[in-house]
């Protein structure tokens, strides 16, 4: 079966420092997001992007972050000076009828650790 | 804000046993209702998903049952077995295309 593939699958960065977490989406996808998962709690929205562009975003997803899809196969994470709070593990995903949702494939995650 | 509900939080049942667990929701758009197995250190991994028209779908020892009128869904686990043992999420999406997920619920199935 096709897979979403992360890197790094672990991130350890200080407080303040840039990280770009990176996914290669399904070949044949068209819509791809970001969540992101707190310890121990939910998996929560980030971001969705199609067409080249950023569809919807949660509130989550500030000015400190950010999200391209610089050729035809990468889809990366920015986040531009991490806080602690952006500890999580980040899990990419993609699908190839949006819409819907059907069949969102996830990658395996990034655990992305700031200290 | 739409919300998805999910009850229990955790789950402990012997092997052979039915894993019950539940999920409400608000918002009456959502017409796609989805149940993801998640495994430590992996991505969630979709399972089995319903859409309103129907009221059961049942793919293997898994089966949603979906009840309009009151908002909610959930999923059985027939003949629970120790390789079931992870954390369940129900989701939905929301009409932008953004899934939202419930709280989770870690199952162990104890042998």
């Known amino acids: 079966e096709p897979e979403v593939t992360q890197t790094p699958s672990h991130q350890v960065t200080q407080m303040g420092q840039e990280v770009i977490l990176r996914c290669v989406p399904i070949s044949n996808h068209l819509y791809f997001y970001w969540y992101r998962q707190i310890l121990g709690q939910k998996v929560e929205f980030l971001v969705s992007f199609y067409n080249n562009e950023i569809s919807e975003k949660s509130e989550i997803f500030d000015d400190q972050f950010s999200v391209e899809r610089p050729d035809g196969s990468n889809f990366t994470l920015k986040i531009r000076s991490t806080k602690l709070e952006d500890s999580a593990m980040y899990f990419c995903?993609?699908?190839?009828?949006?819409?819907?949702?059907?069949?969102?494939?996830f990658g395996s995650g990034t655990q992305l650790s700031v200290l | 804000q739409q919300q998805v509900k999910q009850s229990p939080q955790s789950l402990i049942v012997q092997k052979g046993g039915i894993s019950i667990i539940n999920c409400a929701y608000e918002?009456?758009?959502?017409?796609?209702f989805p149940w993801y197995q998640q495994f430590p250190g992996k991505g969630p991994a979709l399972l089995i998903a319903i859409r309103p028209d129907v009221s059961e779908k049942k793919e293997g020892r898994f089966t949603i049952s979906f009840n309009k009128s009151a908002k909610q869904f959930s999923l059985h686990i027939m003949d629970s077995q120790p390789g079931d043992s992870a954390t369940y999420f129900c989701?939905?999406?929301?009409?932008?295309?953004?899934?939202?997920f419930g709280q989770g619920t870690e199952l162990s199935v104890k042998p």
């Open positions: 989701a939905a999406p929301n009409q932008g295309g953004k899934l939202i």
């Open positions: 995903a993609s699908t190839r009828e949006g819409w819907t949702n059907e069949k969102l494939f």
């Open positions: 918002n009456t758009a959502f017409d796609y």
